[in-house]
Structure formats: C-alpha cells, structure tokens
C-alpha cells in the first residue's frame, strides 16, 4: 500500500488579501465605478475589522495594478479614486512576465502577429481622420533624414500603437500595445545590430506607409496582411540578428 501523502497545515490568508477580495467584489458587483472615491483608511478600518496596515498594503497593489490612483491633499480632487489605466499596468505586468518566463521568441511575435492583425483590421473599419492624421504625422517624422535608431524605434513602436489605439476595441488595443511595448527593447537591439541599417529602415518605412494605406482606404482584409507579413518579415531579421537578452534566446538574462 503506497504511503499516505503527509498533512500539512493549511496556510492562513494574508489580511490584505481579504482586503484585497472585498474591493474587487465591490467593483465587479458595479457598487465602484471609475471616477469613485474609497472611502478614507480610518472608516475601511472600521468597516472591514482590519488593520490599517492591511488596508496600506491592499491599496498598494491596487494602485500598482492600475485600479486606484491615490492623491494626497484635502481638496475635492484628493483621496483614493478608482482609475482606469489598464493598458498602462497590462503592458508593465506583461513585459516582466515575459522576462520572468522567458517565452519563446517565436511564441511572443506569434500572437503579436494575431493580435495587431486584428487591430488593424478594425482600424481600417474603424480608423477617424484623427488618426489617421496621427500616424501620419509618426510617418513624417520616421522619414526624416538623419533620424537615429532608436528615434526610428520610438516611433516604430508609436505607429504600431497608433494602429492598436485607433481599433477602437479598447481590449484588443490594450493587449496589443503590451505585447508591442513588451518587445520593445528587443527590437532596438537588433536595429543596433544590423549591418545595413539604412536598407532595413527603408524597407520599413515602406511597409509601414502602405499598412497606412490600407487602413486609410478602409480595405480591412488588406491591413490585416500587411501587418502581419511584416511583423513575421521582422521576426525573420531578429532571428538572423539575435540580440543578447532578447527574451527566448541562449542569452537571455531577464530583458523583455
């Protein structure tokens, strides 16, 4: 007869994590909206029967998620408020993830191909003259003579992330611009390391110009190829180029 597996005790829930539960299940039950103020430490004291230094450590990992904002001062403005900066805290928690698990690097450019299709897709049905001056103006500004490689980088990332931006599905764009950011550094790696910069860069800037293209004329099915053909067209370079650190190489040490 096998040997019964040993029992332990079972740990005891952390405090703030209780803390923690209660403030979700306020917000998902709709009672906290964005734009709410929580009431003050003093009275969730009271009204939950914790300490005030659970309550600290809860609303620590709240604003650090994106859920909370707090603002010191006595002014209508002050207190802790419910925010919404998903894509901000989405694409912080993502790109440490990444670095953390080290992903494969084909797994990582694999649903960014599948998530900026989408997004480009949708902004080509979507897309206003807003943005479309936006990128635009991300456009003129990456062909300008002289324009370093990580200036070209910076507004390589600022492009793909007015694309996800102008879907107008706001969970598709926040998933996009995380994964996107999370790369980031990746990607100027290899631009630091290519051999014939200028040849890439061109090559680049035209892709990107007729991905525009599409999106202006609100040909979806077209958008969606060309972002994907070249996001896949990158990932071939990268490959041919690794950079140390990128996440999913033999040299990885933790950099997404």
């Given at each position: 007869?096998?040997?019964?597996?040993?029992?332990?005790?079972?740990?005891?829930?952390?405090?703030?994590?209780?803390?923690?539960?209660?403030?979700?299940?306020?917000?998902?039950?709709?009672?906290?909206?964005?734009?709410?103020?929580?009431?003050?430490?003093?009275?969730?004291?009271?009204?939950?029967?914790v300490s005030r230094a659970?309550?600290?450590?809860?609303?620590?990992?709240?604003?650090?998620?994106?859920?909370?904002?707090?603002?010191?001062?006595?002014?209508?403005?002050?207190?802790t408020v419910i925010a919404?900066?998903?894509?901000?805290?989405?694409?912080?928690?993502?790109?440490?993830?990444?670095?953390?698990?080290?992903?494969?690097?084909?797994?990582?450019?694999?649903?960014?191909?599948?998530?900026?299709?989408?997004?480009?897709?949708?902004?080509?049905?979507?897309?206003?003259?807003?943005?479309?001056?936006?990128?635009?103006?991300?456009?003129?500004?990456?062909?300008?003579?002289?324009?370093?490689?990580?200036?070209?980088?910076?507004?390589?990332?600022?492009?793909?992330?007015?694309?996800?931006?102008?879907?107008?599905?706001?969970?598709?764009?926040?998933?996009?611009?995380?994964?996107?950011?999370?790369?980031?550094?990746?990607?100027?790696?290899?631009?630091?390391?290519?051999?014939?910069?200028?040849?890439?860069?061109?090559?680049?800037?035209?892709?990107?110009?007729?991905?525009?293209?599409?999106?202006?004329?609100?040909?979806?099915?077209?958008?969606?190829?060309?972002?994907?053909?070249?996001?896949?067209?990158?990932?071939?370079?990268?490959?041919?180029?690794?950079?140390?650190?990128?996440?999913?190489s033999d040299t990885d040490?933790?950099?997404?």
């Amino acid at each position: 007869m096998a040997e019964a597996t040993a029992w332990e005790p079972v740990p005891r829930t952390r405090t703030y994590e209780l803390v923690l539960a209660r403030i979700e299940e306020q917000i998902v039950a709709g009672k906290l909206r964005v734009g709410d103020r929580l009431p003050p430490e003093r009275d969730l004291v009271e009204l939950l029967g914790v300490s005030r230094a659970a309550i600290r450590e809860a609303l620590r990992v709240l604003e650090a998620q994106g859920v909370l904002r707090s603002r010191v001062g006595t002014g209508p403005d002050s207190g802790t408020v419910i925010a919404a900066l998903p894509g901000e805290a989405l694409s912080r928690l993502l790109r440490l993830h990444l670095a953390l698990a080290n992903f494969p690097l084909a797994d990582v450019f694999e649903a960014r191909a599948s998530l900026e299709r989408s997004s480009a897709m949708l902004a080509a049905e979507h897309a206003t003259a807003e943005d479309l001056a936006g990128l635009r103006e991300v456009l003129r500004s990456m062909d300008a003579p002289g324009v370093s490689r990580e200036e070209f980088s910076d507004l390589d990332t600022a492009f793909h992330v007015a694309i996800a931006e102008a879907a107008g599905n706001r969970l598709v764009a926040d998933l996009t611009v995380a994964v996107r950011n999370a790369v980031r550094q990746t990607v100027l790696s290899t631009f630091r390391l290519l051999p014939d910069w200028e040849a890439e860069a061109d090559r680049l800037r035209s892709e990107h110009h007729a991905l525009l293209a599409a999106v202006a004329a609100g040909d979806a099915d077209a958008a969606g190829r060309l972002v994907e053909a070249h996001i896949r067209g990158f990932h071939r370079v990268i490959t041919a180029h690794p950079a140390e650190g990128a996440p999913g190489s033999d040299t990885d040490a933790g950099t997404a």
